[in-house]
């Protein structure tokens, strides 16, 4: 019986109070046949002194540091233990996360009824802090790349198993991203294999995403607003290599979730040249760009007319 090699590729940076559970996860899986590649994006924590004591019993965990000569970040640090793994099949997990003991053997015997994909995908778990893990249900859709394309991101990095061929064929992850590693990775992985990957929606969860809170939004939203400019101009490229240029009109809803939830936090600079992306690479119509500028900038003098009142209320009630 085929018995394939997975390859396991861990970013990290200042995980060592996380990364153990990650890595035990690993270790505890049914099926055995991993290799379990760990790289440190240069942390300063005892991240080295965690993953040398557990290479001190299992030679199939390897730890790696991020090359110089490569950006900093997870996206850096995946594509370089993509370089050095050996596997057939590879999979991307986060220093936080883990893997279901069965999640290995369930896998691969569904990639052995399928070996002609590029890439598979299985439901993932996603857990709170202090909460109890909830079912990620993935919906049974017509068309995920324009799911993706609108904003609707079905699954994490860690649900999906890349043939290695396939995925180093892509490049892996643009490393300059701050955010949005993950729809740009699949949208590009998807419009590369020409539909040939499967989404499995009804197997049991097999990875557990911990989720965190996001403690600094004005930091978030720069990052945002910085990945976006990239990523618009990136995936409309794409878009248009791939004879889909009418496909871009679903990309506006990354401008609703983004000044739906974060432009609060952000500059008035920053937000008007995210805005101005999604105008420039004709996702939005000349009367709309100017009808949601005109809308932001009433917003912004009225709310510094109102801080101005309530400034002068309290001056008032000061003195009485």
């Excluded at 233990?81 to 220093?95: A, P, R």
């Excluded at 993706?148 to 290695?164: D, E, P, R, Y």
């Excluded at 995403?209 to 618009?232: C, R, V």
């Amino acid at each position: 019986m085929h018995n394939p090699l997975v390859s396991i590729i861990i970013p990290t940076y200042n995980r060592a109070h996380t990364i153990g559970a990650t890595i035990d996860s690993v270790i505890a899986q049914s099926y055995q046949n991993w290799e379990c590649l760990v790289v440190d994006d240069r942390g300063e924590d005892t991240t080295l002194e965690v993953i040398e004591n557990y290479k001190t019993t299992d030679a199939r965990i390897n730890y790696l540091i991020r090359p110089t000569t490569s950006p900093k970040g997870a996206s850096a640090c995946r594509n370089y233990g993509l370089s050095q793994s050996k596997g057939e099949y590879v999979i991307f997990l986060d220093s936080d996360d883990v893997l279901m003991t069965y999640c290995l053997k369930e896998r691969i015997a569904k990639i052995l009824e399928n070996t002609d994909k590029d890439f598979w995908v299985f439901p993932m778990y996603i857990q709170n802090e202090n909460q109890p893990k909830e079912t990620v249900t993935i919906p049974i859709s017509e068309n995920y790349l324009q799911d993706f394309l609108s904003c609707k991101v079905h699954w994490g990095i860690m649900c999906t198993t890349w043939n290695a061929h396939f995925v180093k064929k892509i490049k892996g992850f643009n490393e300059f991203y701050p955010r949005l590693n993950d729809p740009e990775v699949h949208i590009r992985a998807m419009l590369a294999s020409k539909n040939n990957y499967s989404v499995f929606t009804d197997c049991l969860p097999d990875s557990i995403y911990m989720a965190a809170a996001i403690n600094d939004k004005y930091k978030f939203a720069i990052n945002y607003a910085n990945s976006l400019k990239l990523f618009i101009p990136d995936i409309c490229k794409e878009l248009n290599v791939n004879g889909l240029a009418n496909d871009k009109r679903y990309l506006k809803n990354y401008l609703n979730h983004y000044f739906l939830n974060f432009y609060q936090f952000n500059s008035r600079i920053n937000n008007t040249n995210v805005l101005a992306v999604f105008y420039t690479n004709k996702i939005i119509s000349f009367f709309l760009y100017l009808k949601i500028l005109l809308l932001y900038y009433l917003f912004l003098i009225f709310n510094a007319f109102l801080k101005k009142i309530k400034q002068g209320l309290h001056k008032l009630f000061k003195k009485i």
